[in-house]
T-cell receptor
Framework: GQNIDQPTEMTATEGAIVQINCTYQ??????LFWYQQHAGEAPTFLSY??LDGLEEKGRFSSFLSRSKGYSYLLLKELQMKDSASYLC??????????WGAGTKLIIKP | GAVVSQHPSWVICKSGTSVKIECRSL??????MFWYRQFPKQSLMLMAT?????????EQGVEKDKFLINHASLTLSTLTVTSAHPEDSSFYIC????????????FGQGTRLTVV
């Protein structure tokens, strides 16, 4: 079956760095997405990885290892506004997104 | 980036009535649109996948006759919740992908439906 695993909740301190991990199992693979979702709002696209390696975009970076079925989202210089849920989603061979349950990130001053 | 517009943003309706939610791709042709539902504190749940000009593919457990999906053009898909009940109250989100399937999915703003 198809499955995405990510931690349910994480806590970090303002100004620090946090890494949110995601493992996936899908029928075929067409990329790994990370989305940010604030409560009551639609998800916002953060990153897309289809090749192995690290993609850096400002304070956010995303890493992918296809052989390990593993990705992580790295958030640097955390700000209070980064408190949100972070959703990992893998695209299968039919171009459908398989969603993780999301990781609730709590930022403390 | 590409824009997907979803309307309405929120709607309150009486139990037993029907509600239509529109999802439009404003600057690209969306061959595939996805409809999701999200209950509070839960992840997105895919309801159905619709391809332009063909019938939608519904996920297991989603009632086809209750959640009517129409994808008549490359820029518009609609979800109609028929005979709505309080348990249908949820956040509904659409997303669309363009002609080259392995690109990011663009999301609408979401619609918060409250059935009273």
């Amino acid at each position: 079956g198809q499955n995405i695993d990510q931690p349910t909740e994480m806590t970090a301190t303002e100004g620090a760095i946090v890494q949110i991990n995601c493992t996936y199992q899908t029928s075929g693979f067409n990329g790994l997405f990370w989305y940010q979702q604030h409560a009551g709002e639609a998800p916002t696209f953060l990153s897309y990885n289809v090749l192995d390696g690290l993609e850096e975009k400002g304070r956010f970076s995303s890493f992918l290892s296809r052989s390990k079925g593993y990705s992580y989202l790295l958030l640097k210089e955390l700000q209070m506004k980064d408190s949100a849920s972070y959703l990992c989603a893998a695209m299968d061979s039919n171009y459908q997104l398989i969603w993780g349950a999301g990781t609730k990130l709590i930022i403390k001053p | 980036g590409a824009v997907v517009s979803q309307h309405p943003s929120w709607v309150i309706c009486k139990s037993g009535t029907s509600v239509k939610i529109e999802c439009r791709s404003l600057d690209f042709q969306a061959t595939t649109m996805f409809w999701y539902r999200q209950f509070p504190k839960q992840s997105l749940m895919l309801m159905a996948t619709s391809n332009e000009g063909s019938k939608a593919t519904y996920e297991q457990g989603v009632e086809k006759d209750k959640f009517l999906i129409n994808h008549a053009s490359l820029t518009l898909s609609t979800l109609t919740v028929t005979s709505a009940h309080p348990e249908d109250s949820s956040f509904y989100i659409c997303s669309a992908t363009g002609l080259s399937g392995n690109t990011e999915a663009f999301f609408g703003q979401g619609t918060r439906l409250t059935v009273v």
